[in-house]
């Protein structure tokens, strides 16, 4: 079961999960991650821009390479573009598989590469200002853990 | 007429999130039909390009035709 989508209003995470596990059934565990937005350093709202020819191409192709590298029986990944506020989900990624560590890796890999590969540009409002979110060091080299050769 | 759509600062750069400029055109005469900040921005590697939502290996080889999209992609800043 795979169900990737791009959403522009609020969701509920756990309205997803429910179904997602009862859509894989003989599953041996379910993994989920809900990203949602800080409340801190005076954040008033987030927005995501996307580019539709290549954001949910791109989702679909990390899909494909989740599951060629894990034994995934489902995968649900949902991510919020627009303008969002502190305490709003921005993403969910929900793993099903046969075994643990298939769906925490699964999970762990795919965060990765949204949180720094996937096309979405992001600016924060702070004081009334927009200000556009500069790539951060860190997110790049989570996501160097997946390209070391092994 | 080519359209072209300005991705994340770009679009301040700009002025707008998008622009209709003559077809055809290449490289060349998308830097010059563009604010002189933006153009120089464009020749930073790190910044992409996309005719149709596929990308352009080698920037400097551009053509689009009419009816084509460009975008122009700053690094991202993920979600």
Redesign the interface.
């Known amino acids: 079961m795979r169900d990737i989508r791009l959403l522009d209003r609020l969701f509920i995470p756990g309205a997803l999960i429910g179904p997602f596990t009862n859509a894989n059934p003989g599953l041996g565990g379910v993994c989920t991650f809900v ?1 949602e937005v800080r409340s801190d350093n005076g954040v008033e709202a987030l927005e ?2 996307h ?1 539709e ?2 954001t949910l ?1 791109g989702m679909h192709e990390l899909a494909d390479s989740a599951f060629a590298r894990f034994d995934l029986m489902g995968l649900l990944m949902v ?1 919020r573009v627009g303008v969002m506020h502190p305490g709003e989900p ?2 969910c990624v929900s793993a099903a598989a046969r075994h643990r560590r298939d769906a925490i890796g699964a999970v762990d890999f795919c965060m990765d590469h ?10 924060e409002k702070r004081s009334g200002q927009w200000h ?5 060091e860190q ?1 790049r080299a989570d996501l160097a853990r997946w390209h070391e050769p092994i | 007429m080519v359209t072209v ?1 300005f ?3 770009l679009a ?1 750069l700009a002025g707008a999130p998008s622009l209709s400029l003559g077809a055809p055109l290449d490289w060349a005469g998308l830097r010059a039909a563009l604010p002189k900040a933006l153009a120089e921005v464009l020749d930073d590697p790190r910044n992409r390009v ?1 005719v ?2 596929v ?1 352009v290996a080698d920037k400097a080889g551009l053509r689009a035709g009419a009816g084509d ?1 460009i ?1 122009l ?7």
């Open positions: 990203g995501l821009t580019y020819p290549l191409p991510h921005i993403v949204l949180k720094s590969a996937a096309w979405f540009w992001k600016r556009w979110i500069e790539p951060r997110d | 759509v991705l994340g600062k301040d996309a149709n939502g990308l999209e975008a992609l700053p690094p991202v800043s993920g979600g």
